[in-house]
């Protein structure tokens, strides 16, 4: 991924209604899940909406971080900008993510929107206060981070231990359970799935090159283990030979 050198973009405003927290699509997989009905009508009132555009920065990292916030549509990056100029993915944030870091004063990544994308956000000191006076936001929080520990800890055996075409199938399970967890459904043979990064993107975040990275795509096509539908979009025939190719089943992430 290129290096982005525009400034933070801000986010703009989403005109669209409010809308209140229990009618949520996402609530079930974000921060705020096990909250009352008292403590979503709280949050309902002090959140607010932002959109980006593909390509748009949401935070900057070193720079004081005005606002959190969970990712609603759409997928975003967390980048750092390595010491040679080259930028490193070191995350991905799906639906019910949460952007930035709590009782941290400056973020500790550049943020970036890989999809449009719509965040519902939070001043940040209102947001940690509400944080430490609401055991079911805390707990939630605490849940989160363990399993974002855990998946951290998958990926690190990814990239340390496995071939090209393995980490290339391993992140198409991955963009395939985070949506498919959304709508509630498994994995099966026949699924068409939507890559959420470009070609270049996928590289920096598997430490590839695109070079290799297309080669392997074509590799999987011709052995029939994916079919392209086109630069984004793929057909599964069979889930199973998809894992075989990933090295074996992967933690759900």
Not at 40 to 64: H, P
Not at 77 to 97: A, H, K
Not at 111 to 133: G, S
Request: glycine share 6%; aromatic share 6%.
């Amino acid at each position: 991924m290129k290096a982005m050198l525009h400034a933070a973009t801000t986010g703009a405003p989403d005109i669209r209604a409010r809308g209140h927290c229990l009618d949520c699509a996402i609530r079930q997989h974000a921060v705020c899940s096990d909250c009352s009905a008292p403590e979503l009508d709280f949050l309902t009132n002090i959140k607010t909406y932002k959109s980006y555009k593909a390509g748009d920065r949401l935070l900057e990292m070193g720079e004081r971080a005005a606002f959190m916030g969970t990712v609603v549509e759409g997928v975003a990056s967390m980048s750092r900008i390595l010491s040679d100029g080259r930028r490193q993915v070191v995350g991905l944030l799906f639906p019910g993510d949460l952007v930035g870091r709590p009782f941290s004063p400056v973020s500790p990544f550049d943020y970036v929107a890989v999809t449009d994308l719509r965040v519902c956000a939070f001043n940040r000191p209102q947001f940690e206060t509400t944080l430490r006076e609401t055991p079911a936001l805390e707990q939630r929080l605490l849940e989160m981070t363990l399993d974002e520990l855990d998946s951290a800890r998958e990926w690190m055996v990814l990239l340390g231990r496995k071939s090209a075409q393995e980490k290339l199938c391993s992140f198409m399970i991955m963009a395939a359970q985070r949506a498919l967890r959304l709508e509630r459904r498994r994995p099966m043979d026949g699924i068409l799935i939507e890559l959420p990064l470009t070609r270049e993107d996928m590289a920096d975040f598997l430490g590839l090159t695109i070079e290799t990275v297309s080669r392997q795509i074509g590799a999987l096509k011709k052995s029939g283990v994916i079919e392209l539908i086109d630069a984004r979009h793929l057909l599964i025939p069979s889930w199973e030979a998809l894992e075989e190719a990933a090295g074996g089943e992967l933690a759900a992430v």
